[in-house]
């Protein structure tokens, strides 16, 4: 999104009733490159606060209108991850300790030095990003991964493994596609981990497992109040990726006023959060991922063109699993010794027919289904080894109209109901869906080509999937 990499600008709000004291912290923050806002009281602070989100909080304890103490609650209920600082003279320092054991970082006790001061707001202000980034991480742990890392001799993927390496260094735009169960998401961590940013926030959306009027508000944050249920200041996914990648994966299922906010924020590197005035800079590279084909969504008008070419700067396409076959071996070695650590079984190998039978099967999940049928072969086996029989394949085989006997003078019999028989193919073809993405709703719809919600009404309709 930009062309260098910056260190994000912290935003920090002085508040004291002493205009002396106010300048002071204005002045001396402001040298040291911080964005500083100054309010004369806790009133006005809110007023403040309740339209911006500040990384840092330096407030008075004893002020009229409003006590310190006071303002602290205001400000942790509506954005927590504020950190509050407290000035107190040394008469109120027993004030400064119930202040931190209602979440104030430190108090700073009058008359105090100024260098002493600059050292207290760095560490508070490492000591909330840490927080924030193990907030994130927690978030992403709790997601897990289908599989962790890339795997391919092929010549095709050889190719792939080139351009990760040649894109990596770059600071453009990538738009990934290829069909679901490829590893797009791997791929992005993996340009992500090899470029300069690697060891700032990768951050990761699905664009069409989120509502579009939670997903705006997921992207670019919102303020207190903006909509029903927003209770307290949200930093959107952009503000956390700051200086990072942000991934946006099925970015094709992006509505269109989606569409034009997306655009906005990547030619103007600015946005505004859901109710908010304020104009947010970041400074983010962006990773798209699609498993439609977005030239033709432009064409019939799906999708903007300027926003596909902003996106598509560099583009790269992921092969499918059966345009790959001298893969399936390894990659199946590679979740058997997976699947048996995590199942606490001894399965040494998979047998040599059991891999030609892998070797055959077309893989319309890609390397998704795959991992999916040794995870379900390692928990049938009884033996050390996987044999074909424990595969189960049968339940994967593709049971759709193209395979279908009986042509249309075989089924137009008396009583014939073409809704109900509509009802039937497409309830067994959910099924077979469900049954092919492990229970994942989300994979499901991709192989069947609709969206996750419209997937969902006909899930509930025909009272089929557990998954998620």
Same mark, same amino acid.
């Given at each position: 999104?930009?062309?260098?990499?910056?260190?994000?600008?912290?935003?920090?709000?002085?508040?004291?009733?002493?205009?002396?004291?106010?300048?002071?912290?204005?002045?001396m923050l402001g040298k040291e490159g911080?964005?500083?806002?100054?309010?004369?009281?806790?009133?006005?602070?809110?007023?403040?606060?309740?339209?911006?989100?500040?990384?840092?909080?330096?407030?008075?304890?004893?002020?009229?209108?409003?006590?310190?103490?006071?303002?602290?609650?205001?400000?942790?209920?509506?954005?927590?991850?504020?950190?509050?600082?407290?000035?107190?003279?040394?008469?109120?320092?027993?004030?400064?300790?119930?202040?931190?054991?209602?979440?104030?970082?430190?108090?700073?006790?009058?008359?105090?030095?100024?260098?002493?001061?600059?050292?207290?707001?760095?560490?508070?202000? &490492?000591?909330?990003?840490?927080?924030?980034?193990?907030?994130?991480?927690?978030?992403?742990?709790?997601?897990?991964?289908?599989?962790?890392?890339?795997?391919?001799?092929?010549?095709?993927?050889?190719?792939?493994?080139?351009?990760?390496?040649?894109?990596?260094?770059?600071?453009?735009?990538?738009?990934?596609?290829?069909?679901?169960?490829?590893?797009?998401?791997?791929?992005?961590?993996?340009?992500?981990?090899?470029?300069?940013?690697?060891?700032?926030?990768?951050?990761?959306?699905?664009?069409?497992?989120?509502?579009?009027?939670?997903?705006?508000?997921?992207?670019?944050?919102?303020?207190?109040?903006?909509?029903?249920?927003?209770?307290?200041?949200?930093?959107?996914?952009?503000?956390?990726?700051?200086?990072?990648?942000?991934?946006?994966?099925?970015?094709?299922?992006?509505?269109?006023?989606?569409?034009?906010?997306?655009?906005?924020?990547?030619?103007?590197?600015?946005?505004?959060?859901?109710?908010?005035?304020?104009?947010?800079?970041?400074?983010?590279?962006?990773?798209?991922?699609?498993?439609?084909?977005?030239?033709h969504e432009v064409i019939d008008g799906?999708?903007?063109?300027?926003?596909?070419?902003?996106?598509?700067?560099?583009?790269?396409?992921?092969?499918?699993?059966?345009?790959?076959?001298?893969?399936?071996?390894?990659?199946?070695?590679?979740?058997?010794?997976?699947?048996?650590?995590?199942?606490?079984?001894?399965?040494?190998?998979?047998?040599?027919?059991?891999?030609?039978?892998?070797?055959?099967?077309?893989?319309?999940?890609?390397v998704r289904e795959l991992e999916n049928?040794?995870?379900?072969?390692?928990?049938?086996?009884?033996?050390?080894?996987?044999?074909? &029989?424990?595969?189960?394949?049968?339940?994967?085989?593709?049971?759709?109209?193209?395979?279908?006997?009986?042509?249309?003078?075989?089924?137009?019999?008396?009583?014939?109901?073409?809704?109900?028989?509509?009802?039937?193919?497409?309830?067994?073809?959910?099924? &077979?869906?469900?049954?092919?993405?492990?229970?994942?709703?989300?994979?499901?719809?991709?192989?069947?080509?609709?969206?996750?919600?419209?997937?969902?009404?006909?899930?509930?309709?025909?009272?089929?999937?557990?998954?998620?």
């Open positions: 999104m930009g062309e260098e990499t910056k260190k994000k600008v912290a935003k920090i709000l002085i508040v004291d009733d002493e205009t002396s004291m106010r300048n002071l912290f204005s002045i911080y964005d500083v806002d100054v309010a004369e009281d806790g009133v006005a602070a809110m007023s403040l606060i309740d339209t911006k989100i500040y990384d840092l909080v330096i407030t008075d304890i004893m002020m009229p209108k409003m006590k310190g103490t006071e303002l602290l609650k205001k400000v942790k209920e509506v954005h927590p991850e504020t950190v509050v600082i407290m000035i107190t003279a040394y008469a109120s320092t027993e004030s400064a300790v119930e202040a931190m054991k209602e979440g104030a970082y430190d108090y700073i006790t009058k008359p105090f030095s100024v260098e002493e001061i600059k050292v207290i707001i760095a560490k508070a202000l &490492e000591r909330g990003k840490l927080e924030r980034e193990n907030l994130f991480l927690k978030r992403e742990l709790d997601k897990g991964y289908s599989f962790e890392s890339i795997i391919g001799v092929s010549p095709v993927m050889q190719r792939v493994f080139d351009l990760i390496e040649r894109v990596s260094q770059t600071k453009t735009n990538i738009l990934i596609s290829g069909e679901s169960g490829t590893g797009k998401e791997l791929v992005a961590r993996a340009i992500h981990n090899k470029s300069q940013r690697k060891k700032l926030p990768f951050v990761v959306i699905n664009c069409g497992g989120i509502p579009e009027n939670l997903l705006e508000s997921d992207l670019f944050g919102h303020v207190k109040g903006s909509f029903t249920g927003a209770i307290s200041h949200k930093e959107g996914l952009f503000e956390i990726a700051d200086t990072g990648t942000i991934f946006l994966d099925e970015v094709g299922e992006l509505t269109a006023p989606i569409q034009v906010k997306l655009l906005r924020a990547i030619q103007e590197r600015t946005f505004k959060r859901v109710g908010g005035t304020e104009d947010i800079s970041v400074d983010v590279r962006i990773i798209a991922a699609t498993n439609k084909n977005l030239e799906k999708f903007r063109e300027d926003l596909y070419w902003r996106l598509k700067v560099i583009e790269m396409k992921l092969p499918p699993l059966r345009e790959r076959k001298e893969d399936i071996a390894l990659l199946a070695e590679h979740f058997l010794k997976k699947f048996s650590a995590e199942q606490g079984k001894e399965i040494k190998k998979i047998s040599t027919y059991a891999l030609e039978v892998l070797k055959d099967y077309s893989f319309p999940g890609n049928i040794i995870e379900r072969s390692v928990a049938l086996e009884h033996s050390n080894i996987v044999l074909p &029989e424990s595969l189960a394949l049968s339940v994967y085989k593709w049971n759709g109209a193209a395979d279908r006997k009986e042509g249309a003078a075989d089924v137009l019999t008396k009583g014939f109901s073409m809704e109900h028989y509509i009802e039937g193919l497409e309830k067994e073809l959910i099924s &077979e869906a469900l049954m092919r993405s492990g229970g994942r709703k989300k994979d499901a719809a991709g192989i069947l080509g609709i969206s996750y919600w419209v997937l969902l009404r006909k899930i509930e309709k025909y009272g089929l999937g557990r998954g998620n």
